[in-house]
T-cell receptor, first 114, second 114 residues
């Protein structure tokens, strides 16, 4: 069974540009989560999508957005990039957004903003 | 709101020695508890989880953790570590109700030397 996949592996952008990160969940999983792992800030919850809808978001500005497609894959968009957006962005998936279901993580996309 | 404290940012240990990585949590409601491991330049892998039942949970590679409700702890232990255990370990919690947002600790880097 294929795990969670993310693309690209690395992404280098300049300040003010937009970045698009992609995630494919494990087959059968309907929930996708995005986390940011920034140096010194640890792992922070960003967004949760389930059945094509945004269900919840963490304490991030609106320029962080995304969507979930009918095949449950997901896209994270970061607009007007700032230097502090440089981080590892991790996607996770689970069978359901209900508590207790394991989240399986992808390898991440490392975003560097210069 | 929930929070997780991992007091040790780094734990150096010699190969074949025992190790304990500490995790304490704070929550006004019942929680599920997880330990994830992150090897260099990789995503997170679920090491073990406590959902209910026996308070002692074990992983397939020799780690174990014990849920202690009175002390609000979920410490991770291994009786004999290997060089390959060198990684960053994250403790996380999610609540029993609502959606499964994982709240992570800041991580503990386990450094195993020969």
């Amino acid at each position: 069974e294929a795990g969670v996949t993310q693309s690209p592996t690395h992404l280098i952008k300049t300040r003010g540009q937009q970045a698009t990160l992609r995630c494919s969940p494990i087959s059968g999983h309907t929930s996708v989560y995005w986390y940011q792992q920034a140096l010194g800030l640890g792992l922070q919850f960003l967004l949760w999508y389930d059945e094509g809808e945004e269900r919840n978001r963490g304490n991030f500005p609106p320029r962080f957005s995304g969507r979930q497609f009918p095949n449950y894959s997901s896209e994270l968009n970061v607009n007007a990039l700032e230097l502090e957006d440089s981080a590892l962005y991790l996607c996770a998936s689970s069978y359901s957004g209900t508590s207790g279901y394991e989240q399986y993580f992808g390898p991440g996309t490392r975003l560097t903003v210069t | 709101a929930q929070s997780v404290t991992q007091l040790d940012s780094q734990v150096p240990v010699f190969e074949e020695a025992p190790v304990e990585l500490r995790c304490n949590y704070s929550s006004s409601v019942s929680v599920y508890l997880f330990w994830y491991v992150q090897y260099p330049n990789q995503g997170l892998q679920l090491l073990l989880k406590y959902l209910s039942g026996s308070t002692l949970v074990e992983s397939i590679n020799g780690f174990e953790a014990e849920f202690n409700k009175s002390q609000t702890s979920f410490h991770l232990r291994k009786p004999s570590v290997h060089i390959s255990d060198t990684a960053e370990y994250f403790c996380a919690v999610s609540t029993h109700t609502g959606f499964q947002k994982l709240v992570f600790g800041t991580g503990t880097r386990l450094l195993v030397s020969p």
